[in-house]
């Protein structure tokens, strides 16, 4: 299971910070990121972590913006949000799988997702 917290309301520039907390069994074999999903809009790929290389991929549109990190003993994987822009409104899920960055990306499991909504 994952459970996503941290999203809400920011004024364009400034910084939020997702988490995603994993429960019922370990991810640490597993790719962690989040996918984004504004309305109209097919989802996209935001951010991933590799939990056993801690390899890190990002979109092009969060590249030098957001940052992806994991805690492994806490099974949570955080992404930092910073220089805000309207455009990054949009639902944000946790996912946990493999090859997230890719076209083939596998998602075994999906968080509930979380708001962010960003004011200019």
């Known amino acids: 299971r994952l459970v996503e917290s941290g999203g809400g309301l920011m004024q364009a520039g400034g910084p939020l910070r997702l988490s995603c907390a994993a429960s019922?069994?370990?991810?640490?074999?597993?790719?962690m990121g989040w996918f984004r999903q504004a309305p109209g809009k097919e989802r996209e790929f935001v951010a991933s972590?590799?939990?056993?290389?801690?390899?890190?991929y990002y979109g092009d549109s969060v590249k030098g913006r957001f940052t992806i990190a994991g805690d492994n003993a806490k099974n949570t994987v955080y992404l930092q949000m910073n220089s805000l822009k309207p455009e990054d409104t949009a639902i944000y899920s946790c996912?946990?799988?493999?090859?997230?960055?890719?076209?083939?990306?596998?998602?075994?499991?999906w968080g509930q997702g979380t708001q962010v909504t960003v004011s200019s």
């Open positions: 019922g069994r370990t991810f640490s074999t597993f790719s």
């Open positions: 972590l590799n939990s056993r290389t801690l390899d890190t």
């Open positions: 996912a946990a799988g493999a090859f997230l960055h890719l076209p083939i990306a596998n998602v075994a499991y």
